[in-house]
């Protein structure tokens, strides 16, 4: 049996059955990622994959039951290399869990030991910009995989991990789980708590699952979701069990299918893969119809804007004192100054300086209140925007990137259009709404394409029930790479 291939619910189903073990699953694990790990490139260079040997407890009462659980590399994991994918927090080993660590642990996963590719600090949509080298897409190696959460959806993707954690600040889970034919959610902000999650911009970060299937992330949310007293920005409402929102129906579900996100800039083959699912979606029985957002031109300026200053304002802790990586210079010739502005010059990578830079300007005096002030407040419009659509509609069905992924080197000279690529993910993160990328077909060439739907604040029950029931009528989820 090849278990790297399936799912979290089916190998709890076999493992209650007694049909496998957890020595198994890990075997087939690592088997996998030694035949295809030097091709896709998942996982963080500097850690051994071969430590995926350790086999953990076994947890037989537990809800997991030990099946692993592959974690992005800005989440803090006890005593395991956290690094952001960057030079300057090269070696940092947390003293502490993430909150969703925790939780993951309480309910009996092992954290795989090995952490998942990123661009540094989350800044990017290939993971091109990890100081440990791109990831690639295992559908085609030539294409990026998406990113930020670039290696955690082409681990889950080809099979070398069961699921993953990544994070989404404005695109990040969805965009990847799009370009590799995963399921990635974003939930909503204050429905999981980042304790532990390495700030990029705190307004808009949000922890998430990348999985093979719906059913898979709608049980890793059960886990990580709740409220945490150390996350002040959490909030205190019920988790619902959301695997009871699985129900393959969405009769009478009011969907609206916002016109700004169907004009120029979107490629056809995507165009066309995402108007057949609006199709599908009637034919089961939902109430199509066109809405607007009349907002939406402005959200990636706004979001560059917000995510930069705030990047900038989180990234000043990095100086070379408290952690990881600082400048080796002669000490004695060196003052305190330049040896914060060696390490952070050698330290960060090319994209992080640059939004260090925008950001610091941004919030400069004399352009705050141009610039950044003056974003915050479309930011609002663009909330109540979606405030008014979910008067009337239960979700908004959207492509989830303009175009299929795009090849390695095609972008990376050429900022403004890789931040086009998140044209369709930032406004959720703006208005704080939960929202889930699910495969809903493939181009000509092969390349998977992802169908997002959004809805109102702490309705993750009703993107788990029109997910379920479109990924439940069509075969999408069932393909996959050959490696
Ligand atoms: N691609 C976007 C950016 O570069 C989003 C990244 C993210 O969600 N972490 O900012």
Redesign the pocket.
Same mark, same amino acid.
């Given at each position: 049996m090849e278990l790297a291939k399936l799912t979290c619910h089916e190998l709890l189903d076999l493992i209650g059955a007694g049909k496998t073990s957890l020595e198994d699953i890990f075997d087939d694990l690592r088997k996998r990622i030694g035949q295809t790990d030097h091709k896709v490139r998942a996982y963080v260079r500097n850690s051994q994959t071969e430590n995926a040997d350790v086999c953990p407890e076994i947890c037989a009462q537990s809800i997991l039951k030990g099946i692993p659980v592959t974690i992005k590399d800005n989440i803090c994991t006890e005593g395991l290399n956290t690094e952001c994918c960057s030079r300057i927090l090269s070696g940092f080993r947390p003293p502490y869990d993430a909150t969703v660590i925790r939780k993951l642990k309480e309910a009996g996963a092992s954290i795989f030991p090995v952490k998942a590719n990123m661009?540094e600090f989350? @800044?990017?949509?290939s993971t091109e910009n990890s100081y440990f080298g791109p990831t690639r897409n295992p559908w085609d190696v030539k294409y990026v995989p998406g990113?930020?959460s670039g290696g955690s959806a082409a681990a889950v993707a080809a099979d070398e991990a069961v699921w993953a954690l990544g994070?989404?600040?404005?695109?990040?889970i969805r965009q990847p789980a799009a370009f590799c034919g995963v399921v990635g959610l974003k939930p909503t902000y204050g429905r999981v708590s980042r304790y532990g999650l390495i700030a @990029?911009a705190s307004s808009l970060d949000q922890i998430g699952p990348l999985t093979k299937d719906v059913r898979d992330s709608a049980l890793l949310t059960n886990i990580i979701a709740g409220y945490d007293p150390r996350d002040s920005t959490s909030v205190d409402v019920e988790v619902p069990d959301y695997t009871g929102a699985l129900v393959k129906d969405v009769k009478g579900l009011r969907v609206g299918i916002p016109k700004e996100y169907f004009v120029e800039g979107i490629d056809p083959e995507v165009k066309r893969t995402v108007e057949d699912a609006i199709q599908k979606l009637k034919d089961l029985g939902g109430i199509c119809k066109e809405i607007s957002l009349p907002h939406t031109r402005y959200a990636v300026p706004v979001y560059y804007i917000i995510?930069t200053a705030e990047a900038s304002s989180n990234l000043a802790r990095f100086d070379g004192v408290q952690y990881g990586y600082r400048s080796l210079q002669d000490k004695a010739k060196t003052s305190l100054i330049e040896m914060y502005a060696r390490t952070r010059g050698e330290g960060f990578g090319q994209e992080a300086k640059r939004r260090i830079l925008l950001g610091t300007f941004a919030l400069s005096h004399g352009y705050y209140d141009a610039y950044y002030l003056r974003a915050l407040k479309v930011r609002t419009l663009i909330k109540r925007d979606f405030d008014d659509v979910f008067k009337d509609c239960d979700c908004v069905i959207t492509p989830t990137s303009p175009t299929p992924a795009f090849k390695i080197n095609e972008r990376i000279e050429d900022p403004l259009k890789m931040y086009l690529?998140?044209l369709y993910t930032i406004s959720a993160n703006l208005a704080g709404i939960p929202g889930i990328s699910i495969p809903c077909g493939f181009t000509k060439s092969g390349l998977p394409v992802g169908l997002q739907i959004l809805a109102g604040s702490f309705r993750e029950e009703t993107l788990f029930r029109a997910a379920y029931t479109y990924e439940q009528s069509t075969p999408w989820h069932l393909q996959k790479p050959e490696l």
């Open positions: 661009d989350a @800044f990017g949509s990113g930020s994070s989404d600040t404005g695109g990040s @990029f995510a690529s998140d």
